[in-house]
């Protein structure tokens, strides 16, 4: 559980959700290629997917797309306008 009582899963759900497309199905092709399967419910499929990893190899994936996301957040999900406003 994170800190506000979530799932890792459902923080890695959210970040995806938080993109823009094309970022945001670009994110879900990238997981895809990480579980070595499709993941056409993404949520249930990526929860079954790291549940099935070990303890310790499940926290370091999901540590690991957390930076991952966050990244792409930064990038893109900012609006323009704000992105413009932070460069000066």
Not at 47 to 67: A, C, M, Y
Request: proline content about 8%; hydrophobic content about 40%; aromatic content about 8%.
């Amino acid at each position: 559980m994170d800190p506000n009582g979530r799932s890792p899963v459902e923080t890695l759900v959210e970040r995806v959700d938080s993109l823009r497309e094309p970022y945001r199905h670009n994110a879900i092709l990238w997981l895809e290629h990480c579980a070595r399967q499709p993941l056409p419910d993404f949520k249930r499929d990526l929860h079954e997917f790291i549940e099935g990893l070990s303890p310790s190899v499940r926290e370091r994936f999901v540590i690991e797309t957390q930076l991952v996301l966050e990244d792409a957040l930064r990038y893109f999900a900012i609006m323009p306008d704000s992105r413009s406003a932070s460069m000066r």
